[in-house]
């Protein structure tokens, strides 16, 4: 059986959009589902005892640097057990939420996430998937506006997950016929992706 690691990010809850599409669409996979809800349980931002922590090789490091570190682990195994990452996030000011970028940078682990070669990083995580459920209040796909979905391509490639589908709920905030347009839309195009 297939694992999905689902990491919500919208501050909307039920009545978020992204949080709606992501749901539905993992309700109907067979899968073991391992859920983050990130503006409920959020992970918290580095600060530069937890960086220092990251970089002291775990047998020299004080109790304290492993507790730093040991929510970051865990994180990171969530991820390396999952076999398709489903991420739902809503365009905040024209990008991720921040408690999706606190997750990032608690998942970007150098020499377990990635690594620098002699050629540059190279992403450790493989043979996985990605699905983006993104939704906004206006149209800003391909716009040369949109720094949430190039950056979060970006970063999960550089972390070596470069399958990855984005599904765009966009306009909701532009009236009721196109929001439920976008929904509409984003149902379709989510209902032919597998886990
Ligand atoms: C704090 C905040 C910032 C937002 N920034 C943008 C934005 O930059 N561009 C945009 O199109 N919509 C923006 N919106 C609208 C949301 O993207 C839109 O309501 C979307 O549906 C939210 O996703 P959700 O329904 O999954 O919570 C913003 C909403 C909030 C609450």
Do not use: C
């Amino acid at each position: 059986m297939k694992t999905i690691l689902a990491i919500y990010s919208s501050v909307s809850g039920d009545n978020s959009v992204s949080n709606q599409l992501a749901r539905q669409w993992i309700g109907q996979q067979d899968a073991r589902v391992i859920e983050r809800d990130l503006a409920t349980d959020p992970v918290p931002h580095l600060d530069g005892a937890t960086v220092g922590a990251f970089f002291t090789p775990a047998d020299q490091r004080s109790d304290d640097q492993t507790d730093r570190v040991a929510l970051s682990d865990t994180l990171v195994e969530e991820l390396q057990s999952a076999d398709t990452l489903v991420i739902s996030a809503p365009m905040y000011n024209f990008n991720i939420p921040s408690s999706l970028k606190a997750w990032f940078d608690q998942v970007a682990r150098a020499g377990v996430t990635f690594r620098y070669t002699e050629n540059g990083p190279q992403g450790l995580l493989s043979g996985k998937k990605a699905i983006v459920v993104t939704s906004r209040g206006g149209m800003y796909k391909d716009s040369g506006f949109d720094f949430q979905v190039p950056f979060i391509k970006q970063f999960l490639g550089f972390i070596g997950i470069t399958d990855v589908e984005v599904i765009y709920a966009e306009g909701v905030a532009m009236g009721d016929e196109a929001r439920a347009a976008a929904v509409n839309d984003a149902e379709k195009t989510l209902e032919a992706l597998s886990a």
